[in-house]
């Protein structure tokens, strides 16, 4: 919120554990966040089966997911829909 000089940041850190509050600590890196994703390739990925937080970053910011195959296609489901929902299910679940 810092980033985008909104007037009720306070400061550019996340009060929990004071790094600077960005993309990569917000959806990947802090808590349990990456364990989160880590099981969700785990399940649904057949290609990476464990999730690097470096990749998953660069991958997501660049919107290159082609890296990564989907475990079984009869799920009508994109790996785009996949990290999309990774994605929310984390934000929602993050201040809680």
Request: charge should be negative; charged fraction near 20%; proline fraction near 2%.
């Amino acid at each position: 919120m810092s980033q985008r000089h909104l007037k009720h940041a306070e400061s550019d850190r996340y009060k929990l554990c004071n790094e600077v509050e960005d993309a990569k600590l917000l959806l990947i890196s802090y808590g349990h966040k990456l364990d989160v994703w880590d099981s969700l390739f785990n399940v649904f990925l057949g290609y990476p089966k464990s999730a690097d937080p470096y990749l998953i970053y660069n991958s997501t910011i660049h919107f290159k997911l082609d890296c990564s195959f989907i475990y079984n296609l009869d799920t009508h489901t994109t790996i785009y829909d996949l990290f999309a929902t990774i994605m929310r299910i984390i934000w929602r679940n993050h201040y809680q």
